[in-house]
């Protein structure tokens, strides 16, 4: 148990569909992170969160949009995605502080878009 | 713009043999360089980290790596290879910007 929960552990969804993956985390950590992961390829760092305020937004398409009420929780709102979007979607948290911190990760939500 | 390299998609060891996962990196600046390790249907875990100091550096489930600044590289390492080690393997650096980003990942199969 690494503090950092995603739910839900799978979703599949057409593409017109709209849905929601949420994380949470019990850390009391103030940055939180969306990564993607596709196989074979460097994980994709998408949103980060610093103290509620997003701070990077890496030319992440507008179907993918992120939210984050309070430090404990981040959401990523999905909307008319595409087949190319399946892949495991990675929740992570830090103490933001230092340059050495590091990253304490969820299980990820598999997602396949049909 | 900071970045890594795993050279190796999949690396295949015997248990008992020594394992080495290779990392390179790229970054302006002091590096500051990580290993995670994944499980099946598991998120990243963290094993060890370089920030300064002694170049090997030891880490979780007796792993280490060693930092060597004239090549660039940052490569994980174990003694005795486990089948357990079996794993997603990642390499990730962070810079003054504070992103971390990471490599593709290098699957490690140890067989008994």
């Known amino acids: 148990e690494t503090g950092v929960t995603q739910t839900p552990r799978h979703l599949v969804m057409g593409m017109t569909n709209k849905k929601s993956l949420k994380c949470e985390q019990h850390?009391?950590?103030?940055?939180m992170y969306w990564y993607k992961q596709s196989a074979k390829k460097p994980l994709e760092l998408m949103f980060v969160?610093?103290?509620?305020?997003?701070?990077e937004n890496n030319s992440v398409p507008s179907r993918f949009s992120p939210e984050c009420p309070n430090s404990s929780h981040l959401f990523l709102h999905l909307h008319t995605l595409q087949p190319e979007d399946s892949a495991l979607y990675l929740c992570?948290?830090?103490?933001?502080?230092?340059?050495?911190?590091?990253?304490?990760f969820g299980s990820g939500t598999q997602l396949s878009v049909l | 713009a900071q970045s890594v390299a795993q050279p190796e998609d999949q690396v295949n060891v015997a248990e008992g043999n020594p394992l080495t996962v290779k990392c390179t990196y790229s970054?302006?600046?002091?590096?500051?360089l990580f290993w995670y390790v994944q499980y099946p249907n598991r998120g990243l875990q963290f094993l060890l980290k370089?920030?300064?100091?002694?170049?090997l550096v030891k880490g979780s489930y007796g792993f280490e790596a060693e930092f060597n600044k004239s090549q660039t590289s940052f490569h994980l390492k174990k003694p005795s290879a486990l089948v357990s080690d079996s794993a997603l393997y990642f390499c990730?650096?962070?810079?003054?910007?504070?992103?971390?980003?990471f490599g593709a990942g290098t699957r490690l199969t140890v067989k008994p």
């Open positions: 992570a948290s830090s103490q933001v502080g230092g340059l050495h911190e590091k990253l304490f």
């Open positions: 850390l009391g950590h103030n940055a």
């Open positions: 969160y610093n103290f509620k305020e997003q701070t």
């Open positions: 970054v302006s600046g002091n590096p500051y």
């Open positions: 370089y920030i300064t100091g002694d170049n």
């Open positions: 990730a650096v962070r810079d003054r910007s504070n992103d971390m980003r």
